[in-house]
């Protein structure tokens, strides 16, 4: 059992059945007693999932191997709440790692995807949807005049890097430091301790011929970038970037740093793609190239695009584009690209974001400047090092007292700090990323109760 004192009770107590208020020494004050988490059934599924899945899991983080302690099996969720197994309650600062901008089971997509299940889960054949979806993508990224569904953002990404060497006729990649494009081979790249240093692979099974193409740069800093070029002029096919990395935990682009990167490959006839699979519809309608003010040649988008389906999208120039397979010479497939079930989603998801634009991103941002400002505060109060990285409504709690601009000031947070305050927070009911080197992302469900909770929480883990 752990002790949360508030001074709030109305706003959080409702939240969790079990826990209940108790007077405060002083007057007006409260103490929420927290139940201490059972997690008897999600431990036996666990048990049973390791007998059939390599660590319990399909994605590795899910695991908790960096944070420690059992996962809890997620048995449903609604709006900005999960429930498990064991009938806990958790309120969600994670969102499916992102996809959930308008909570879960957002009434409007729930219903999109029942409709779209009885007319039939896939055709292997066109539908007016993927053309629906494709122009409410294009009426929110205007640079993307063509694009292609598949179903995922690895496939997305892994694509538009395909595309950009057959449409240049060249063979290497920058990616920096830090970045995650998915699982591909040549984007599983660690980050490199030398300045345009020849790619190391990040993984097991990935030959270092595979990723001897992928150059991988600290983020941030332009130089490194001029300085690839200078010595490959006419070699480098793209640069690949996630605008707003979200893969590191949470690290905002210096300010020019994108439009450096813009000009850079303009005047070396590099291709820009911008990896907006977290950012895009998520930092703005937009995304960061509407923030920032950037246009890219290619963009990838995938979690929100889908509606928590399986979907990603890559896309951009037209002249580009058609050099994709039927038009032109580089092949891309998918049995389920385009899925009927996830382009209704997505259409559902989409239109209810164009339509209430100004709403969802103003209340984003103010609900997640509520929480993110909250907790720091409390850190402050408690004397912990705190760095809050945030846009909108993505953000990170980096536990170090350093400015984080790049992949190694991240790296330099204390991460079992981190896993302490993770699970202290777990305890008290709110679920974080699992790792220090992830996003947290705030939904349109979130509210002043939510913001009251995951405050009152903070100062139960790092003031007791
Ligand atoms: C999640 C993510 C990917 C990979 O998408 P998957 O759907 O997990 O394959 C690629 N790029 C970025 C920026 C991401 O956040």
């Given at each position: 059992?752990?002790?949360?004192?508030?001074?709030?009770?109305?706003?959080?107590?409702?939240?969790?059945?079990?826990?209940?208020?108790?007077?405060?020494?002083?007057?007006?004050?409260?103490?929420?007693?927290c139940?201490?988490?059972?997690?008897?059934?999600?431990?036996?599924?666990?048990?049973?999932?390791?007998?059939?899945?390599?660590?319990?899991?399909?994605?590795?983080?899910?695991?908790?191997?960096?944070v420690?302690?059992?996962p809890?099996?997620?048995?449903?969720?609604?709006?900005?709440?999960?429930?498990?197994?064991?009938?806990?309650?958790?309120?969600?600062?994670f969102g499916?790692?992102?996809?959930?901008?308008l909570?879960?089971?957002?009434?409007?997509?729930?219903?999109?995807?029942?409709?779209?299940?009885?007319?039939?889960?896939?055709?292997?054949?066109?539908?007016?949807?993927e053309?629906?979806?494709?122009?409410?993508?294009?009426?929110?990224?205007?640079?993307?005049?063509?694009?292609?569904?598949?179903?995922?953002?690895?496939?997305?990404?892994?694509?538009a890097?395909?595309?950009a060497?057959?449409?240049?006729?060249?063979?290497f990649?920058?990616?920096?430091?830090?970045?995650?494009?998915?699982?591909?081979?040549a984007?599983?790249?660690k980050?490199?301790?030398?300045?345009?240093?020849?790619?190391?692979?990040?993984?097991?099974?990935?030959?270092?011929?595979?990723?001897?193409h992928?150059l991988?740069?600290?983020?941030?800093?332009?130089?490194?970038?001029?300085?690839?070029?200078?010595a490959?002029?006419?070699?480098?096919?793209?640069?690949?970037?996630?605008?707003?990395?979200?893969?590191?935990?949470?690290?905002?682009?210096?300010?020019g740093?994108?439009?450096?990167?813009?000009?850079i490959?303009?005047?070396?006839?590099a291709?820009?793609?911008?990896?907006?699979?977290?950012?895009?519809?998520?930092?703005?309608?937009g995304?960061?190239?509407?923030?920032?003010?950037?246009?890219?040649?290619?963009?990838?988008?995938?979690?929100?695009?889908?509606?928590?389906?399986?979907?990603?999208?890559?896309?951009g120039?037209?002249?580009?584009?058609?050099?994709?397979?039927?038009?032109?010479?580089?092949?891309?497939?998918g049995?389920?690209?385009?899925?009927?079930?996830?382009m209704?989603a997505?259409?559902?998801?989409?239109?209810?974001?164009?339509?209430?634009?100004?709403?969802?991103?103003?209340?984003?941002?103010?609900?997640?400047?509520?929480?993110?400002?909250?907790?720091?505060a409390?850190?402050?109060?408690?004397?912990?090092?705190?760095?809050?990285?945030?846009?909108?409504?993505?953000?990170?709690?980096?536990?170090t007292?350093?400015?984080v601009?790049?992949?190694?000031?991240?790296?330099?947070?204390?991460?079992?700090?981190?896993?302490?305050?993770?699970?202290?927070?777990?305890?008290?009911?709110?679920?974080?990323?699992?790792?220090?080197?992830?996003?947290?992302?705030?939904?349109?469900a979130?509210?002043?109760?939510e913001?009251?909770?995951?405050?009152?929480?903070?100062r139960?883990?790092?003031?007791g």
């Amino acid at each position: 059992m752990s002790l949360i004192p508030s001074t709030s009770t109305a706003l959080v107590a409702r939240h969790w059945p079990g826990n209940r208020w108790i007077r405060g020494e002083r007057a007006g004050t409260f103490i929420l007693e927290c139940m201490a988490l059972t997690l008897t059934r999600s431990r036996e599924l666990q048990l049973r999932a390791e007998q059939l899945l390599p660590g319990g899991v399909d994605s590795p983080v899910r695991a908790f191997r960096a944070v420690g302690g059992d996962p809890p099996f997620v048995k449903r969720a609604e709006g900005a709440y999960l429930f498990d197994e064991d009938g806990n309650q958790y309120l969600d600062l994670f969102g499916s790692w992102g996809p959930m901008i308008l909570g879960h089971a957002f009434p409007p997509v729930v219903e999109a995807i029942q409709q779209a299940a009885a007319r039939g889960a896939s055709f292997g054949a066109s539908t007016a949807a993927e053309g629906d979806l494709a122009e409410l993508v294009q009426r929110c990224f205007p640079v993307v005049e063509k694009l292609r569904f598949v179903s995922s953002g690895t496939e997305a990404c892994m694509s538009a890097i395909r595309l950009a060497r057959g449409f240049t006729g060249r063979k290497f990649v920058i990616k920096f430091e830090g970045c995650y494009h998915g699982h591909s081979d040549a984007m599983l790249v660690k980050a490199g301790s030398g300045v345009a240093t020849l790619g190391i692979p990040g993984s097991a099974g990935v030959p270092e011929e595979t990723v001897m193409h992928t150059l991988a740069l600290p983020f941030n800093d332009l130089e490194v970038v001029r300085a690839a070029f200078a010595a490959r002029p006419e070699e480098i096919a793209c640069v690949i970037v996630e605008p707003v990395v979200g893969n590191a935990g949470t690290i905002l682009p210096a300010a020019g740093y994108l439009e450096g990167l813009r000009e850079i490959t303009t005047e070396f006839g590099a291709l820009l793609i911008v990896d907006e699979v977290m950012t895009g519809f998520r930092l703005s309608l937009g995304g960061a190239q509407q923030l920032y003010g950037i246009k890219p040649d290619l963009t990838t988008l995938g979690k929100i695009v889908g509606g928590g389906l399986p979907c990603g999208a890559f896309g951009g120039r037209a002249d580009v584009m058609d050099y994709l397979a039927p038009l032109g010479p580089v092949y891309q497939a998918g049995t389920l690209s385009g899925n009927p079930l996830a382009m209704a989603a997505g259409i559902a998801m989409l239109s209810h974001l164009i339509a209430h634009e100004d709403e969802v991103y103003s209340g984003l941002e103010k609900t997640t400047r509520a929480i993110a400002e909250g907790v720091a505060a409390v850190a402050r109060e408690a004397g912990v090092a705190l760095t809050t990285n945030r846009v909108g409504s993505m953000f990170t709690w980096f536990f170090t007292g350093d400015a984080v601009t790049d992949f190694a000031s991240a790296a330099a947070s204390d991460t079992a700090a981190f896993g302490r305050f993770h699970r202290a927070m777990l305890e008290a009911g709110v679920w974080l990323p699992a790792s220090q080197f992830e996003a947290a992302f705030i939904s349109t469900a979130h509210g002043k109760a939510e913001i009251a909770a995951v405050v009152e929480a903070a100062r139960g883990a790092l003031i007791g």
